[in-house]
T-cell receptor, first 115, second 114 residues
Framework: GENVEQHPSTLSVQEGDSAVIKCTYS??????FPWYKQELGKRPQLIID?????GEKKDQRIAVTLNKTAKHFSLHITETQPEDSAVYFC??????????????FGSGTQLTVLP | GAGVSQSPRYKVAKRGQDVALRCDPI?????LFWYQQALGQGPEFLTY????????KSGLPSDRFFAERPEGSVSTLKIQRTQQEDSAVYLC????????????FGPGTRLTVL
């Protein structure tokens, strides 16, 4: 099955700096890669996602890049703010429409933005 | 509109007790997932429903875990004879159709087995 590794496990940045979180996946057939933000005791919330036919996607301060050859994808947050502090999870899924296509998650990155 | 809801939010059980966790998906969503999230880890897949059909239960850790979705909407995850290792947050997620990508998560039920 799919295996997703995520680094770093913790990341501290100064407010206004950029943050980068990296993930690798094992199954080259994976074709959908979402990123979720989870605040303490809250539900995971989708912040951005990318499909395998796209190399980069941006939404305001958040961007995701995908390198299919290296089986690697990254989350980039620019101009970080204290409210960006949370645990971020990358995930991957594979399969065809109609199958489960469950998400396989990384182990999470605790991002702390220092004021 | 209303998101995915789960109840109870917290459940404490004595070892050996049975528990039932409820998930109300977003109205009209065809796909429903259950995940287990251990402390400090990412969610792990348990089982998948398409409407009322349980199409994948490969992630259920033992035969003590059972899930159902009899009318294709509300789902219940039941754990029999709970063990300490069952302590975790149980997350439910729904997806609009089987062809959609986005999974919307509920707030989870935190199960503590003493």
């Amino acid at each position: 099955g799919e295996n997703v590794e995520q680094h770093p496990s913790t990341l501290s940045v100064q407010e206004g700096d950029s943050a980068v979180i990296k993930c690798t996946y094992s199954d080259s057939a994976s074709n959908y890669f979402p990123w979720y933000k989870q605040e303490l005791g809250k539900r995971p919330q989708l912040i951005i996602d990318i499909r395998s036919n796209v190399g980069e996607k941006k939404d305001q301060r958040i961007a995701v890049t995908l390198n299919k050859t290296a089986k690697h994808f990254s989350l980039h947050i620019t101009e970080t703010q204290p409210e960006d502090s949370a645990v971020y999870f990358c995930a991957a899924s594979l399969g065809y429409s109609g199958s489960a296509r469950q998400l396989t998650f990384g182990s999470g990155t605790q991002l702390t933005v220092l004021p | 509109g209303a998101g995915v809801s789960q109840s109870p939010r917290y459940k404490v059980a004595k070892r050996g007790q049975d528990v039932a966790l409820r998930c109300d998906p977003i109205s009209g969503h065809v796909s429903l997932f259950w995940y287990q999230q251990a402390l400090g880890q990412g969610p792990e897949f348990l089982t998948y429903f398409q409407n009322e059909a349980q199409l994948d239960k490969s992630g259920l850790p033992s035969d003590r875990f059972f899930a159902e979705r009899p009318e294709g909407s509300v789902s219940t995850l039941k754990i029999q004879r709970t063990q300490q290792e069952d302590s975790a947050v149980y997350l439910c997620a729904s997806r609009r159709t089987s062809a959609s990508d986005t999974q919307y998560f509920g707030p989870g039920t935190r199960l503590t087995v003493l």
